[in-house]
């Protein structure tokens, strides 16, 4: 009987790594005039991985099927879901760039913070995942809407 080795955790993310290097990539420019490298979304990995405040999109999916815009619909969450929103959405901007990264404590040259994005950049970012991904961003497409 042959004994399969048992990966490692340092394995398994350069697997991951591997894996997520290989996916399609985007250049998009934001509005300061910076060229990112983006990927992607995977609602997917938030979904299993038990990141997405479920609670959160049940209610702004039904906010939209009452005919609100996302914004009313933001406005009516309570504080701890506005809180629960804004840290999945930083979550999002963490998963989709490539380059720069988004990291805690930026070391290397491609490494970036999120207090350092500007809030123009940061929320250009965020529609750009929200629609889709994709070669460009379009204004006033559904939030996650399947698409």
Same mark, same amino acid.
């Given at each position: 009987? =042959?004994?399969?080795?048992?990966?490692?955790?340092?394995? /398994?993310?350069? #697997?991951?790594? %591997?894996? $997520?290097?290989?996916?399609?990539?985007?250049?998009?420019?934001?509005?300061?005039?910076?060229?990112?490298?983006?990927?992607?979304?995977?609602?997917?990995?938030?979904?299993?991985?038990?990141?997405?405040?479920?609670?959160?999109?049940?209610?702004?999916?039904?906010? =939209?099927?009452?005919?609100?815009?996302?914004?009313?619909? /933001?406005?009516? #969450?309570?504080? %701890?879901? $506005?809180?629960?929103?804004?840290?999945?959405?930083?979550?999002?901007?963490?998963?989709?760039?490539?380059?720069?990264?988004?990291?805690?404590?930026?070391?290397?040259?491609?490494?970036?913070?999120?207090?350092?994005?500007?809030?123009?950049?940061?929320?250009?970012?965020?529609?750009?995942?929200?629609?889709?991904?994709?070669?460009?961003?379009?204004?006033?497409?559904?939030?996650?809407?399947?698409?």
């Amino acid at each position: 009987m =042959k004994i399969k080795k048992r990966m490692s955790v340092a394995e /398994y993310r350069r #697997l991951k790594t %591997k894996q $997520q290097a290989s996916q399609k990539t985007f250049e998009v420019e934001s509005p300061s005039g910076m060229i990112w490298v983006l990927r992607l979304p995977n609602l997917e990995n938030f979904l299993v991985s038990g990141t997405l405040p479920l609670a959160l999109v049940e209610k702004m999916q039904q906010a =939209k099927s009452d005919g609100l815009s996302e914004e009313d619909a /933001y406005k009516q #969450l309570s504080a %701890k879901e $506005q809180i629960k929103a804004i840290e999945f959405s930083a979550k999002i901007l963490r998963h989709i760039c490539v380059d720069p990264l988004i990291v805690d404590n930026p070391q290397a040259d491609n490494e970036i913070s999120a207090e350092e994005i500007t809030s123009e950049d940061f929320i250009f970012l965020l529609n750009w995942a929200n629609t889709g991904g994709g070669e460009s961003v379009q204004d006033g497409l559904d939030t996650f809407s399947g698409k």
